[in-house]
């Protein structure tokens, strides 16, 4: 009696898991078609830098929040206080914020595409998107930097209204 029981069990359990298991790897891939769908959208409106994120920049978004995202939050992220630069120019200080950097990555990547669309030599205009590439690699670095900053802030103003 006792075998039979332990048996019973047994399978009982390994219903569970397999149901379990089955709801997970379900649940990843909706996950993995959401996120592919988002990053499809962002390129389709193809600016503030939204034609550079791919789905696995939206899955790191949704892992690296532990709350959600209100559209509060969002407009905050969108006008973060400049950084201000000296200029090199006497027009006195340029405005470097992240609605600025995501415009001018934008309009690079622009550049990229008319080259490809217009130069009948397509490695000619593989090596400019390639040398815009590495050209524009610090200021991707500084954008994640602001994005990265935007999040820290909105943490530090929720630990501000907790205390």
């Known amino acids: 009696m006792h075998r039979k029981y332990k048996r019973i069990i047994g399978r009982t359990e390994a219903k569970h898991i397999v149901i379990m298991l089955e709801k997970i790897n379900e649940e990843s891939v909706q996950i993995q078609t959401l996120t592919a769908n988002i990053a ?16 696995s920049d939206i899955q790191e978004l949704l892992e690296s929040q532990d709350e959600d995202l209100t559209e509060t939050d969002l407009e905050e992220m969108l006008n973060l206080q400049p ?16 609605k600025n950097l995501r415009e001018g990555l934008r309009m690079a990547n622009e550049l990229c595409d008319f080259f490809i669309k217009v130069d009948p030599s397509m490695e000619r205009s ?19 930097d602001l994005l990265n900053t935007a999040k820290q802030e909105k ?9």
């Open 40 to 55: 499809e959208i962002a390129n389709g409106i193809g600016r503030d830098g939204l034609e550079q994120i791919d789905s």
């Open 83 to 98: 950084i201000e630069e000296e200029a090199s120019t006497s027009t006195g200080n340029v405005t470097f914020n992240l």
């Open 126 to 144: 593989l090596i400019f998107k390639k040398q815009i590439a590495n050209a524009t690699v610090k200021y991707k670095s500084e954008l994640k």
């Open 155 to 163: 943490k530090y103003k929720v630990l501000e209204t907790i205390a």
